[in-house]
């Protein structure tokens, strides 16, 4: 079992930024991979951003790449997202989700995917 608890959420304006954090524990963090998504009040949980359990591989949505950078600290149990050049659209609750794998480079983009979830934390962008 690991444990995955989001922070870093809140208001901000269109163009801003903020850093979402998603702290694990329980087992070893650095044998699992790990992914962002969000979901948008009446929509689906959509795909953000997914990085291997080694850091050496990752994926992002279209809508967010290039703004977005998503990384990890093994020695700290962390998975970061860095979210830049915020829109409106990008208004949702976003959820940390891990899945254990062997593959060093494995990603995974899918919700059914995965294991493990947190419990969310809502990101707000205003125009």
């Known amino acids: 079992q690991v444990q995955l608890v989001e922070s870093g959420g809140g208001s901000v304006q269109a163009g801003g930024s903020l850093r979402l954090s998603c702290a694990a524990s329980?087992?070893?963090?650095?044998?699992?991979?790990t992914a962002w998504f969000r979901q948008a009040p009446g929509k689906e949980r959509d795909f953000v951003a997914a990085?291997?359990?080694?850091?050496?591989?990752?994926d992002y949505s279209d809508s967010v790449k290039g703004r977005f950078t998503i990384s990890r600290d093994n020695a700290k149990n962390t998975v970061y997202l860095q979210m830049n050049s915020l829109k409106p659209e990008d208004t949702a609750v976003y959820y940390c989700?891990?899945?254990?794998?062997?593959?060093?480079?494995?990603?995974?983009?899918?919700?059914?995917?995965?294991?493990?979830w947190g419990q969310g934390t809502q990101v707000t962008v205003s125009s």
């Open positions: 990085i291997s359990w080694s850091g050496g591989s990752t």
């Open positions: 329980g087992r070893t963090f650095s044998a699992y991979a």
């Open positions: 989700a891990a899945r254990r794998t062997n593959g060093i480079g494995v990603i995974f983009v899918s919700v059914r995917e995965y294991d493990y």
